[in-house]
């Protein structure tokens, strides 16, 4: 893409997520993970909004598979896209479906100055965790493949749907997961599918924001991507996700 067209087509990205309708918009034609980088925080800025935190996308093998994703993304989460409590989601156009994933909190910067980004300085710089529905969608209502299109894109990041706090974060190795449509089980998962261990995913976005000389800041809160394949979900469903000792968080689309 044309450099000088950057900042048009951010412009237009955060008019479409703003109203939640779709634009034209040749998102293939970004050459570089730093140019949808760049398209993607020029939007975040055009959007206006406080920003709490950072979702990522295409943790697990089977979402990227199902995103046509080389490797995990991630982008900022604004202060309107991050709820708790809803009853009811209205699912904009260009939604794509729902990720069961985990929500971290910061207890305090990370990683301090000099510190080394590992599993166990990460848990020692969270606060909780709690149970989220991740909602992903696409502002282009052309589908391109490929993880430029998809980062400059908000990182595909719709919403982040929190349930109930849950303090203890340092074993989440081994969380069975079940999602259910209307009580009925649709998918199971592993809390392993994300990196192995969902604190691996926290680990990998301060190493990706420490080389663009950026960190994570206290209360920023963390979605880690999907630990199950991601679910197209339709106006009028109803989502719960049973996360077993972490309790539950369910949804009606709209």
């Known amino acids: 893409m044309y450099f000088q ?25 970004i050459t570089s993970e730093e140019e949808a980088y760049y398209i993607q925080s020029t939007a975040q800025d055009a959007l206006g909004f406080e920003r709490k935190g950072y979702a990522l996308v295409g943790t697990s093998e089977a979402s990227r598979r199902t995103l046509g994703l080389d490797k995990p993304i991630y982008s900022e989460i604004p202060a ?9 989601f209205r699912l904009p156009a260009g939604a794509i479906g729902a990720q069961c994933e985990f929500v971290f909190t910061m207890l305090r910067p990370f990683p ?3 510190e080394p980004i590992t599993l166990e300085s990460a848990a020692a710089s969270i606060l909780g965790c709690r149970p989220a529905i991740g909602i992903i ?15 400059a894109d908000f990182g595909l990041h719709v919403a982040t749907i929190c349930g109930e706090y849950y303090a203890a974060a340092d074993d989440l190795t081994d969380i069975d997961l079940t999602a259910f449509l209307f009580k009925r089980t649709v998918v199971s998962g592993n809390s392993s599918s994300v990196m192995g261990n969902p604190l691996s995913a926290l680990v990998w976005l301060a190493k990706e924001l420490r080389a663009t000389g950026k960190r994570l800041e206290a209360n920023d809160v963390v ?7 991601i679910l197209q979900v339709l106006p009028g469903q109803h989502l ?9 968080v369910e949804c009606v689309f709209s």
């Open 112 to 114: 301090d100055e000099g």
């Open 5 to 29: 067209l950057n900042d048009a087509t951010a412009d237009m990205l955060a008019k479409s997520r703003r109203r939640g309708d779709l634009c034209d918009l040749p998102l293939n034609l």
């Open 240 to 248: 719960a996700a049973d996360f077993g000792p972490l309790g539950q």
């Open 223 to 229: 979605a880690t991507g999907s630990c199950t394949t």
């Open 137 to 151: 969608g696409r502002r282009s209502r052309h589908i391109y493949s490929g993880d430029h299109a998809a980062i």
């Open 80 to 88: 309107f896209a991050l709820l708790a409590g809803v009853q009811q």
